[in-house]
């Protein structure tokens, strides 16, 4: 089983739809949960910077944590073209800095 | 804020031959740097850690004399592909952390690397 489970896609929705992004893991040590947007053939880009349970609200975009169900997911309001990216979820344990990620889900919002 | 830049950004070399890609923290001291590589359609491998100053931690299986990492400084790292082969080529992308980012770490844009 991989330290952290998420679904390749590609997932497509309309222009405007909510778009729901998930991961779960099985590291209960896991304490950093972060939300990265990667375009094709760039690095990632920070979206979403957690710490422990809980929500993050940023602009259009949500990111909620609970670590009793060892689940994290994204949430993406009023989608546009734009966000048309590979998302990938990474999670770390507190001192040691290493992320470990998700294998990053396709999102096409359709015009 | 939080800038990385990696040079260059793409980069096709024969077989056999090194291959130097540098990474750097543009507006912040990096006091850990971070190497991954990511095959198409596949996550991003962490393959070493290194701080400044010190020798570079390695993951399991990436060959450290294959793969060399310098940080010599707080703002820029380098890896080397040594004697690279085509099933090196891949997307090589750096991280910096610094002091005041704790857990945080940005990304650089990436080197595509092709061996032919």
């Known amino acids: 089983q991989k330290e952290v489970e998420q679904d390749p896609g590609p997932l497509s929705v309309p222009e405007g739809a909510i778009v729901s992004l998930n991961c779960t893991y099985s590291?209960?040590?896991?304490?950093?949960f972060m939300w990265y947007r990667q375009y094709s053939r760039k690095g990632p880009e920070l979206l979403m910077y957690t710490y422990s349970s809980g929500n993050k609200e940023d602009g259009r975009f949500t990111a909620q944590v609970d670590k009793s169900s060892k689940y994290i997911s994204l949430f993406i309001r009023d989608s546009q073209p734009s966000d048309s990216a590979t998302y990938l979820c990474a999670m770390s344990t507190s001192g040691t800095y290493k992320y470990i990620f998700g294998t990053g889900t396709r999102l096409k919002v359709l015009a | 804020g939080a800038v990385v830049s990696q040079h260059p950004s793409w980069v096709i070399c024969k077989s056999g031959t090194s291959v130097k890609i540098e990474c750097r923290s543009l507006d912040f001291q990096a006091t850990t740097m971070f190497w991954y590589r990511q095959f198409p359609k596949q996550s991003l491998m962490l393959m070493a850690t290194?701080?400044?100053?010190?020798?570079?931690?390695?993951e399991q299986g990436v060959e450290k004399d294959k793969f060399l990492i310098n940080h010599a400084s707080l703002t820029l790292s380098t890896l080397t592909v040594t004697s690279a082969h085509p099933e090196d080529s891949s997307f090589y992308i750096c991280?910096?952390?610094?002091?005041?980012?704790?857990?945080?770490?940005?990304f650089g844009p990436g080197t595509r690397l092709t061996v032919l």
């Open positions: 590291n209960s040590a896991f304490q950093y």
């Open positions: 290194s701080n400044e100053g010190s020798k570079a931690t390695y």
């Open positions: 991280s910096a952390r610094g002091i005041a980012h704790y857990n945080e770490q940005f």
